[in-house]
Every structure is written in structure tokens, then in C-alpha cells.
């Protein structure tokens, strides 16, 4: 009874794997077809990993992702964490109504944050128009650009903005956990506040810190609604550029893109979780040791 | 030492009244604007021509919300009786596939689902097409899956599954294990333990985890677009079309986005509430 009902258990949860990977693994498999059908098999070969690497459209994309979210991810992170430490020696009052509208990117519909956003943006670069033009008919020591576009500066504004919650969400715990006579232990020992913060505070939510930081990287990259309402026409994300080619043919170069993108990922994941097993195995020994 | 300390927030404030607050601002405005700047309520009345898209939008989401629950929740279930190896395993394999774009993800269900796509291709090998025309005198040559609600509804299911099965999985991992066992000596069944332990405790899982899929689900238009072919225009389609498309009317597309705003954080203080009360009563 006992083992069948297990049986049952693990055959559910292979399906619903199959049923998660089966997409991805087609995708895959049709990145090295040499024909040009994602649904019909013409035989192996490595042409479209070729090709990808000469498409201009491309690689911009891809470059364009990687350091939108390179950059997002660091300001997030650094502003975050500032801004969690702030917060958590706040007032409760103040700090509760100002967690409220942190959690407003999270809670919103990705579309309302990029509508929202994109409506902003083109109202500001409006008022500005007019003020740069009015300084400029005024005097002529600085000219100021009169006409701003959306483009990479909104795309980071708009990147930094949805990822800075995610940052303090999940530093803001772990400064909780922290003993509070920690840092007046330090400044008791002669720190000054900067160093009570460098020494004391910053290594105890280190965690929180690193693991903001990789939920912020992954909301980058695989941010498209967003994007697409903040960027303008002048920079486009990988994601971007999958959306405009899902409107008439995509290449199966996106898919040898996909592919490459996923086998770093999983690379990646590989190396932390056997780096992870590995602590844990010696802290293990270690005990026992003990 | 704490009052300097809550100056670092100083800047976040500024940005988020800037970045967060003054955008929303900005929509409402939009929302009640005339396309010359007046004030008018001409936007909210104009929606109601689209009562049908937003009656689809939300029957569409609640059935992909509804078919995550009922699957995520036996699988992160199950998951969490499995030993910590199978367990790290697992949430891996969950997290990973959200590492790859949705767009290309719902890309590959267009190859799988086309009229000659793959599944359409293995029913034939299969004898599949043939048997259904020999039983219902049909004369097909493949099933349609693309462009209809089904294919929308299992977009919505294959890309926020995930977000559903975390949240669950994270809280019944945290679960008490000797109130269970307390259960038990007092006599509760396996399927009591389940009903009056497990499932109530459960709930703060699943109710954020309703509430992962369902927003997004409500308001996406990428996948409508590509599964259903612009067919079945959704709340997201309709906004996209007012910012993007050639339906260029941004006051109303702001309006719309309002509404679906207002609709999602009304549902969701209502269910937050009904919630809490069972954390309450759970604690007592």
C-alpha cells in the first residue's frame, strides 16, 4: 500500500516535469536542425550557432540584456541594502507605510508598472522639453538637450526600480534576525558607526544580501513586459527581440541563443549546488568531529 | 546609532516617490483625461465595449489559477515527504525552466501545437487522426489546438505553474512536524491529518501562490498573442494595443490599466483578509 502510493506520488511529479521540460528540450533539439523548421527534422548540424554569431540584431540584444541587468542588479543591490538598513532602524509607523509602497512594484501587474512607467517617463521628457528650451532661448553658456527619448537610460531606471524591492525583501529578514547589541557591542569596543557597519552588520546579512542580489539578476533577464514599455525603440533585450520575431518567423538561431543561455545557467547551478553539498557534507564531518 | 542609520532610506524614498508613486499618479491622470487635456470620464464609459474582453480575461486566468492549485499543490505536496537530496533536486528542476525566457518557452508550444506541429504529427503516426475520422465520419487531417482558449489556458499553466508549486512547497516545508504527530496520537486518520492540519496550515502557500499566478495571468499579452493568434484578445492585448498597436489612445489604455489595478488589489485585500482570519484561528 505503502510503496504503490508512493509510486504514484513520483509519477505525478514526473509528469509535471515532462510536461516543464518537454518545450525546453524540443527547443533545444530544433537549435541543431539543419533545416530551418522548428518542426521538422532535417538532419544534425551546427549552422544556425554559426549564423547566430554574425547576426548583428542578435547579439546587440543579448549584450544589451546582460548589461541592463549587470547594471540594475548592482545599483539594486547597493541601494537596497541601504535602503533595508533604513528602514529597519526607522520608526514602526513610517517603516510600515513605506513597506507598503515598496510592495507596490511586486504586488502591481507587470504591464501597470510599464504602462505607468512609460506614461512618466513621456510626461517628464515633455516638461523637460519645454524647460530646456526655455533656458536655452534664455542664455547660452549650456545648452541642454531638448528632445529625450525612451531608450537604455529608462530601460536601467525601470530595471533598478523593480528590483530594488526584491533586494530589500530579502535583506530586510535577515537584519531582523541580527542581534541588536551587535552593534552597540561594536561601537561599546571603539568602532565608529561607519566601521560598526562594515565590520558587524554588512557580514551578518551577507546572505540576504547575495540572494536579493540573484533574485534581482533573474527578474532582470527575464523581465519582458517591462522592457518592452520602457525601452522605446532605440534599445531592445533579448526578450524584445524574441517578441518582434514571434510576429512573423523566428530563426532557429534564437533557439541555438536559448540553448547556450540555458546550458550557462545550468552550469552555473551545477557549481553551486555541488559547492553548496560539499560545505554541507564538511560541516557534517565537522560535527561528528566534534 | 539607529536614528543615522534610518538616513540611508533617504534616497530610496526619494526614488520611489519619483519612480513608484509619481507613475501611478501619472496613469491615473491619464485615465481621467480627454485627449486634449480636459478632465473626462468618457474613458470609463468607452470600456464597456470591452466587458467581453475583461469577462475572458478573468474566466481564462481563474481556469489556469485553478488547474496550478489543483496540480501544484499535490506536487509540492509529495515533494516535500521525499528525502533533502530528492528535494534540492527537484526545486532546481522547478526553478530552472524560469530561467529560459517565456517567450521562447510559449515559442516552442506554437511548434508542439501547430496544425503540423509535433503533437499533430505523433497523432498521425499514431493512428490517432485516423481512428477519431473512422468514429465521428470527420474528415480531418489534424486537430486545431493552436488559437483557441485551451492553448491560452495551458501557456498560462506551463509558465506560471512554478509560481504556484514554490510558495506551497516553501510553507509545507516549514510545517511543524509533532503537531502532525500530536494529530496522530490523538487519533486522526491520514486523510483528518491532511484536512485538519496540513491543508489549513498550508494556506498562506497557497493563498500567495493564487495570487503569483492569477495577477499575471489576468494581464498578460504575450501569450494570448501567441497562442491564441489575436484571437482571443485579453486585458493585456487591449492595454498593449492602446500604448503599441495602431489603437494609439493612451487615456484609455491608462483607464483600463486602472480598472484591472483596482479589480486585482480589491481581490486580493478581500482574500489577505480571509486568510489572515485563518491564521488567527489556527494560532488559537
Request: hydrophobic share 50%; proline share 4%.
Given at each position: 500500500m505503502k510503496k504503490s502510493n508512493r509510486f504514484g506520488n513520483r509519477l505525478l511529479m514526473a509528469l509535471v516535469f515532462l510536461f516543464l521540460y518537454a518545450p525546453i528540450l524540443i527547443l533545444i533539439i530544433f537549435s541543431f536542425n539543419a533545416g530551418n523548421s522548428s518542426s521538422v527534422w532535417k538532419g544534425f548540424s551546427l549552422a544556425w550557432y554559426g549564423k547566430l554569431f554574425h547576426?548583428?540584431?542578435?547579439?546587440?540584444?543579448?549584450?544589451?540584456?546582460?548589461?541592463?541587468?549587470?547594471?540594475?542588479?548592482?545599483?539594486?543591490?547597493?541601494?537596497?541594502?541601504?535602503?533595508?538598513?533604513?528602514?529597519?532602524?526607522?520608526?514602526?509607523?513610517?517603516?510600515?507605510s513605506l513597506v507598503t509602497v515598496n510592495n507596490i512594484p511586486m504586488m502591481n501587474a507587470d504591464i501597470v508598472t510599464g504602462v505607468s512607467l512609460c506614461l512618466f517617463f513621456v510626461a517628464f521628457f515633455n516638461g523637460w522639453g519645454s524647460f530646456a528650451g526655455w533656458l536655452n532661448s534664455i542664455q547660452s553658456v549650456i545648452v541642454l538637450p531638448t528632445r529625450l527619448t525612451l531608450g537604455f537610460g529608462t530601460l536601467l531606471?525601470?530595471?533598478?526600480?523593480?528590483?530594488?524591492?526584491?533586494?530589500?525583501?530579502?535583506?530586510?529578514?535577515?537584519?531582523?534576525?541580527?542581534?541588536?547589541?551587535?552593534?552597540?557591542?561594536?561601537?561599546?569596543?571603539?568602532?565608529?558607526?561607519?566601521?560598526?557597519f562594515w565590520k558587524v552588520v554588512l557580514p551578518e546579512i551577507k546572505p540576504g544580501i547575495v540572494s536579493g542580489a540573484l533574485t534581482a539578476f533573474t527578474m532582470s533577464i527575464d523581465d519582458f513586459v517591462i522592457s518592452y514599455f520602457t525601452a522605446g525603440s532605440s534599445a531592445s533585450t533579448l526578450a524584445m527581440t524574441i517578441y518582434g520575431m514571434t510576429k512573423k518567423r523566428v530563426s532557429p538561431q534564437i533557439n541555438a541563443v536559448s540553448t547556450l543561455l540555458f546550458a550557462a545557467v545550468l552550469l552555473l547551478l551545477v557549481i553551486i549546488n555541488v559547492r553548496e553539498a560539499r560545505q554541507e557534507k564538511r560541516a557534517a564531518e565537522n560535527r561528528i568531529n566534534l | 546609532m539607529k536614528n543615522k542609520l534610518s538616513r540611508l532610506a533617504v534616497p530610496y524614498v526619494v526614488w520611489m516617490a519619483l519612480f513608484v508613486v509619481a507613475p501611478i499618479i501619472m496613469m491615473v491622470i491619464y485615465a481621467f483625461s480627454a485627449s486634449n487635456g480636459g478632465f473626462t470620464l468618457n474613458n470609463f464609459v468607452k470600456m464597456g465595449a470591452y466587458a467581453e474582453v475583461f469577462i475572458r480575461s478573468f474566466k481564462l486566468a481563474l481556469i489556469a489559477t485553478a488547474i496550478c492549485l489543483l496540480v501544484g499543490y499535490p506536487v509540492s505536496y509529495f515533494m516535500s515527504k521525499e528525502g533533502p537530496r530528492f528535494q534540492r533536486m527537484a526545486m532546481v528542476l522547478i526553478m530552472l525552466p524560469m530561467w529560459m525566457n517565456f517567450l521562447l518557452r510559449t515559442y516552442s508550444w506554437m511548434t508542439i501545437l501547430e496544425n503540423n506541429g509535433l503533437l499533430n504529427q505523433l497523432f498521425q503516426k499514431i493512428g490517432l487522426i485516423a481512428l477519431y475520422n473512422r468514429m465521428t465520419g470527420a474528415d480531418l487531417s489534424y486537430f486545431p489546438m493552436m488559437n483557441t482558449q485551451g492553448a491560452v489556458v495551458l501557456g498560462m499553466v506551463y509558465n506560471y505553474l512554478p509560481f504556484m508549486i514554490l510558495?506551497?512547497?516553501?510553507?509545507?516545508?516549514?510545517?511543524?512536524?509533532?503537531?502532525?504527530?500530536?494529530?496522530?496520537?490523538?487519533?486522526?486518520?491520514?486523510?483528518?491529518?491532511?484536512?485538519?492540519?496540513?491543508?489549513?496550515?498550508?494556506?498562506?502557500?497557497?493563498?500567495?501562490?493564487?495570487?503569483?499566478?492569477?495577477?499575471?495571468?489576468?494581464?498578460?499579452?504575450?501569450?494570448?498573442?501567441?497562442?491564441?493568434?489575436?484571437?482571443?484578445?485579453?486585458?493585456?492585448?487591449?492595454?498593449?494595443?492602446?500604448?503599441?498597436?495602431?489603437?494609439?489612445?493612451?487615456?484609455l489604455g491608462a483607464a483600463i490599466s486602472l480598472v484591472m489595478m483596482v479589480i486585482v488589489v480589491v481581490c486580493m485585500l478581500v482574500m489577505n483578509r480571509f486568510g489572515e482570519g485563518e491564521e488567527q484561528a489556527v494560532m488559537l
Open positions: 547576426n548583428r540584431l542578435i547579439m546587440q540584444s543579448v549584450y544589451t540584456t546582460l548589461i541592463v541587468s549587470f547594471l540594475a542588479t548592482a545599483i539594486a543591490t547597493v541601494a537596497g541594502t541601504f535602503a533595508a538598513i533604513g528602514f529597519y532602524a526607522m520608526r514602526r509607523k513610517l517603516r510600515d531606471i525601470a530595471h533598478i526600480s523593480f528590483n530594488i524591492p526584491y533586494v530589500i525583501l530579502s535583506v530586510g529578514p535577515k537584519l531582523r534576525q541580527m542581534d541588536k547589541n551587535l552593534i552597540d557591542a561594536a561601537q561599546d569596543l571603539g568602532c565608529t558607526w561607519m566601521q560598526a | 510558495p506551497i512547497y516553501s510553507v509545507i516545508i516549514k510545517l511543524d512536524g509533532s503537531l502532525i504527530e500530536a494529530a496522530r496520537d490523538l487519533g486522526a486518520g491520514s486523510a483528518t491529518v491532511f484536512r485538519r492540519v496540513i491543508l489549513p496550515l498550508s494556506l498562506p502557500g497557497v493563498l500567495s501562490g493564487i495570487t503569483m499566478v492569477f495577477v499575471p495571468a489576468v494581464s498578460t499579452f504575450a501569450i494570448s498573442q501567441m497562442l491564441g493568434g489575436g484571437t482571443e484578445l485579453l486585458l493585456g492585448d487591449l492595454i498593449e494595443q492602446q500604448f503599441m498597436g495602431g489603437a494609439y489612445n493612451p487615456q
